[in-house]
């Protein structure tokens, strides 16, 4: 069984900052790439960021120079630091983990609950 849960969404008035984080836990063999995802009313999901098993991150061009994705293997943990945030950035932020549950066993992703953030103009 493995859980991945966020956390740190809220309401922030624009050029705010947020930090998001989110932890996978449970019974598994290794994460690969984790990841930050978010969908705002009337839209498609997105992505916002992810981070490889080595730390190396990949951003969606919207977010590029404002949020930083970073890494903690030995816990986990995603982290998202959302500077200068515009009311666009407003959504459900989901975050995922891609987890194989055993060495023989494919990757499947699995997916928190999501947290809301709110960005007033």
């Known amino acids: 069984q493995v859980q991945v849960v966020e956390s740190g969404g809220g309401l922030v008035q624009a050029g705010g900052s947020l930090r998001l984080s989110c932890q996978a836990s449970g019974s598994f063999f290794s994460i690969n790439a984790m990841g930050w995802y978010r969908q705002a009313p009337g839209k498609q999901r997105e992505l916002v960021a992810t981070v490889t098993s080595d730390g190396s991150p990949n951003y969606a061009d919207s977010v590029k120079g404002r949020f930083t994705i970073s890494r903690d293997g030995a816990n986990h943990t995603v982290l998202l630091q959302m500077n200068s945030l515009k009311p666009e950035d407003t959504a459900v932020y989901y975050c995922?983990?891609?987890?194989?549950?055993?060495?023989?066993?494919?990757?499947?992703?699995?997916w928190g609950q999501g947290t809301q953030v709110t960005v007033s103009s």
């Open positions: 995922n983990a891609g987890v194989r549950t055993t060495r023989w066993s494919p990757t499947y992703v699995y």
